[in-house]
């Protein structure tokens, strides 16, 4: 990002830039209307902000400006990465790929309680930032505030989904609506709770009536609710059958002895306990069946693909095609290091256009405009006067 404080004029031109101008939140159909870019065009910014995009031959040049010109490439807004674990940054490539989800889980568990000074959480920010990445949902515990500094730094803006986790003491309590690791620190920075919202982890790993009671605040409160939903077979196992690698691994330390297994597929579950609905934010949505497609969608919530993590950990395929095409309002996150090879959730839609031939405009609005709205942010997913000067630049494979 352009330094805000900098007040001098600067213009940057490029081959294209998709400002993305009048472009709303996109499901269905619209996510596949064209989308027209502006050709040798120049992006104008003061104090960090956009004051125009202009065709270069309209734009006058005073004496002494900065002009970076960044050739044979299209500028598109800065990137919204809509779900990421920046606290686990220094676990990057460490932990176990094409195994599954549950033997993935056990090798992070064993990396929890290291210590670590911050420097990769920093490189990894450093690296979103560089990237173009211009907000992040982030996944945030005691290292909140370390988080919150480092994403910051780099000129990112964050907002952290404060995870309730567990289903009894120490990691639950009747505390609200911030959970035990992450409520003492916001109680001495409010600045930092007005970016926050208490989040649950997933419907296997944290208590139902605290679901309930983070998602009736979120509502209240005008912020997104998340959770994971559906992420692997092994959790759907669990919460139908109470049985499975996830099932062994969790209970008697995160679900107390007497959890009631709900026997309900996930989204199934989430609809009983009222979970669902504008304003909540459910991620992966991998193990989804047709049905539960179009009741998701028909719930009003949004949904955020995290498709590189997905195939490291060998969980599935999410039905991108139906989800897609549903009405499902969607977005892209990275996941974190723990499960990924790198933060530039461009790459999620690099994957998703090779990999399932995904068209590019669909994941050009997944990336920015849809992002924006799945985080509730204003003043993010386009190049508009007046926005944060966050660009980034569009992968060749994804070329309208």
Same mark, same amino acid.
């Given at each position: 990002?352009?330094?805000?404080?900098?007040?001098?004029?600067?213009?940057?031109?490029?081959?294209?830039?998709?400002?993305?101008?009048?472009?709303?939140?996109?499901?269905?159909?619209?996510?596949?209307?064209?989308?027209?870019?502006?050709?040798?065009?120049?992006?104008?910014?003061?104090?960090?902000?956009?004051?125009?995009?202009?065709?270069?031959?309209?734009?006058?040049?005073?004496?002494?400006?900065?002009?970076?010109?960044?050739?044979?490439?299209?500028?598109?807004?800065?990137?919204?990465?809509?779900?990421?674990?920046?606290?686990?940054?220094?676990?990057?490539?460490?932990?176990?790929?094409?195994?599954?989800?549950?033997?993935?889980?056990?090798?992070?568990?064993?990396?929890?309680?290291?210590?670590?000074?911050?420097?990769?959480?920093?490189? +990894?920010?450093?690296?979103?930032?560089?990237?173009?990445? $211009?907000?992040?949902? @982030?996944?945030? /515990?005691? *290292?909140? %505030? !370390? =988080?919150?500094?480092?994403?910051?730094?780099?000129?990112?803006?964050?907002?952290?989904?404060?995870?309730?986790?567990?289903?009894?003491?120490?990691?639950?309590?009747?505390?609200?609506?911030?959970?035990?690791?992450?409520?003492?620190?916001?109680?001495?920075?409010?600045?930092?709770?007005?970016?926050?919202?208490?989040?649950?982890?997933?419907?296997?790993?944290?208590?139902?009536?605290?679901?309930?009671?983070?998602?009736?605040?979120?509502?209240?409160?005008?912020?997104?609710?998340?959770?994971?939903?559906?992420?692997?077979?092994?959790?759907?196992?669990?919460?139908?059958?109470?049985?499975?690698?996830?099932?062994?691994?969790?209970?008697?330390?995160?679900?107390?002895?007497?959890? +009631?297994?709900?026997?309900?597929?996930?989204?199934?579950? $989430?609809?009983?306990? @009222?979970?669902? /609905?504008? *304003?909540? %934010? !459910? =991620?992966?949505?991998?193990?989804?069946?047709?049905?539960?497609?179009?009741?998701?969608?028909?719930?009003?919530?949004?949904?955020?693909?995290?498709?590189?993590?997905?195939?490291?950990?060998?969980?599935?395929?999410?039905?991108?095609?139906?989800?897609?095409?549903?009405?499902?309002?969607?977005?892209?996150?990275?996941?974190?290091?723990?499960?990924?090879?790198?933060?530039?959730?461009?790459?999620?839609?690099?994957?998703?256009?090779?990999?399932?031939?995904?068209?590019?405009?669909?994941?050009?609005?997944?990336?920015?405009?849809?992002?924006?709205?799945?985080?509730?942010?204003?003043?993010?997913?386009?190049?508009?006067?007046?926005?944060?000067?966050?660009?980034?630049?569009?992968?060749?494979?994804?070329?309208?």
């Amino acid at each position: 990002m352009l330094q805000e404080h900098d007040d001098r004029l600067r213009i940057i031109r490029a081959r294209t830039i998709l400002d993305m101008l009048g472009e709303r939140p996109a499901t269905g159909r619209d996510l596949f209307r064209p989308l027209k870019g502006l050709d040798n065009a120049a992006l104008l910014v003061r104090g960090g902000r956009v004051l125009d995009v202009l065709p270069w031959k309209s734009v006058r040049v005073p004496a002494g400006t900065p002009v970076t010109d960044m050739g044979d490439v299209t500028l598109m807004p800065g990137s919204i990465n809509a779900h990421c674990h920046l606290q686990l940054s220094h676990t990057a490539g460490r932990t176990l790929f094409g195994a599954g989800f549950t033997a993935w889980l056990r090798s992070l568990i064993a990396l929890l309680r290291e210590e670590h000074d911050g420097t990769a959480l920093a490189l +990894a920010c450093r690296d979103m930032a560089e990237a173009g990445t $211009a907000h992040v949902g @982030d996944y945030a /515990g005691d *290292g909140l %505030l !370390a =988080v919150d500094a480092a994403v910051r730094a780099e000129g990112m803006g964050v907002t952290h989904f404060c995870e309730w986790f567990g289903g009894q003491a120490p990691f639950i309590d009747d505390g609200r609506p911030w959970p035990p690791r992450c409520r003492a620190l916001l109680e001495r920075q409010p600045e930092v709770a007005a970016r926050c919202a208490p989040a649950g982890h997933a419907l296997y790993s944290t208590d139902a009536r605290v679901l309930q009671d983070a998602r009736q605040w979120c509502r209240l409160k005008g912020r997104p609710f998340a959770l994971h939903l559906a992420e692997s077979e092994d959790e759907t196992r669990l919460l139908l059958d109470g049985e499975g690698p996830l099932w062994d691994c969790y209970r008697g330390m995160v679900l107390p002895e007497d959890w +009631a297994v709900p026997h309900l597929r996930p989204v199934a579950y $989430a609809r009983r306990l @009222d979970l669902l /609905g504008p *304003g909540t %934010l !459910a =991620v992966h949505g991998v193990q989804l069946e047709p049905a539960e497609v179009t009741a998701l969608a028909a719930s009003g919530s949004t949904l955020c693909l995290c498709p590189r993590s997905n195939e490291y950990l060998a969980v599935g395929t999410a039905p991108v095609a139906a989800l897609l095409e549903s009405g499902l309002l969607c977005c892209l996150g990275t996941d974190g290091l723990s499960s990924n090879t790198d933060l530039d959730v461009r790459q999620e839609a690099v994957f998703l256009r090779e990999r399932l031939d995904v068209a590019p405009q669909a994941l050009i609005r997944c990336l920015t405009v849809n992002g924006a709205a799945a985080l509730g942010l204003a003043g993010y997913g386009r190049l508009e006067p007046g926005s944060r000067a966050v660009f980034s630049v569009l992968p060749e494979s994804l070329s309208i």
